[in-house]
């Protein structure tokens, strides 16, 4: 998870971005599990309790930019903090909400 920058994916698979720039998510430890990147507009980060049963973010924050399409990046800011399940399978990471798929992100 930490060696790699993810790409949100749409459901076929492309990159799914706005203002024409890919929404991202990396992870690193610094003082527990960190996730951050870039949400559309802002740059996001998070704390990230990852469980063996399961994965929680907490409410992110963000830098604060104005751009078109706000209400698309908050609402992918929104389901960073209803995820509670993920896999990592064939260059994806998927992120689950009691087994419905929420996100897909693909190795960069």
Do not use: H
Not at 16 to 39: I, W
Not at 75 to 91: K, R
């Amino acid at each position: 998870m930490e060696t790699n920058t993810w790409v949100l994916q749409d459901e076929n698979g492309n990159a799914k971005g706005f203002n024409g720039q890919d929404v991202t998510m990396n992870f690193r430890q610094d003082n527990g599990l960190q996730a951050n990147g870039f949400a559309g507009c802002n740059n996001y980060f998070t704390s990230v309790d990852l469980q063996p049963a399961g994965i929680r973010f907490t409410q992110p924050g963000a830098t604060l930019m104005a751009c078109p399409e706000m209400e698309s990046e908050q609402a992918f800011l929104d389901l960073l903090t209803q995820i509670n399940g993920y896999e990592i399978s064939g260059g994806e990471l998927r992120f689950y909400q009691n087994k419905i798929l929420l996100l897909r992100f693909k190795a960069r």
